[in-house]
């Protein structure tokens, strides 16, 4: 199997010379893989320090939980969660990214020393959005995106799931562009997990070159998500618990990461940080970058 080469590189952040790792921080009281365990803005704050020191090149905060079926949370609150973690983390020299659908937050998180906004919906949801990040002048996660929590499960019906989210994320593209934010500074997420059932999801992830081929470095963002449950499920047909499905995760960015993803968001980053390594370490064995292509590409 020939190793796809060259992952983008995003004008504005580093050129990490291997896949990306951005670790999440759910600064909410209900998102379904770790919901409450970081809402106090301290231990918030300590948990991104520690990822960082675990290997996350990124530290994603997000104060609305974007599970499916969750309510949205007031932009008040979403402000009081959001920016004493951004703020305290870039103090720490940290990079931030902020996981929100509000443009006044991103606004925020931007002067609080973001330096990516992540932003599930890909615009759709705040129509000034766009215009707040292209006078930020920070990249942009542009997600392939239906509709709202509460009830994406209606938006689940495909042909071909590969063909349709490539279309629909070039129109978003397109969209983006024309607000102001330069392509230099997209990246691409398929947003699994949103609008796609299992099957879905798998399809997408094995087909990351038609993703690459938009032109636009690309996030994978599939941590303890219900398809690796899923996957996992035993004979009686039980998923293991979001917490139990890190090694799952891991595999699955080291399988994006050798596929050519710019990044892979994750809960659990050690065993990402040493998953992404190794892919880089394989890759550089089939393009003849020589062994030690994984060793400079470490963890911190």
Known sequence: MNAPTGRGVVEGLPDWERCAVMGVVNVTPD??????HWLDPTAALKHGVDLAAEGADLVDIGGES????????????ELRRV???????????VLV???TMRARVAEQAIDAGAVLVNDVSGGLADPAMLAAVAAGGVPFVVMHWRGFSHDMHRRTVYGDVVGEVVAELRVRMDAVVAAGIPPERLVIDPGLGFAKLAQHDLSLVAGLADLRALGRPVLVAGSRKRFLGQV???ADGAA???DRRDAATAALSAIAAYQGAWAVRVHDVRATADAVRVARAV???VTGAGAGAGAGAGAG
Do not use: K
């Open 283 to 285: 890759t550089g064995a």
């Open 66 to 77: 974007t599970r499916p079926g969750a309510a949205r949370v007031d932009e008040e609150e």
């Open 232 to 234: 996992l499920a035993g």
């Open 97 to 99: 990214s902020v996981d």
């Open 31 to 36: 998102s379904f893989s770790d919901g409450g």
């Open 83 to 93: 920016l004493p973690v951004v703020r305290g983390l870039a103090a720490e020299g």
């Open 240 to 242: 293991p618990p979001a």
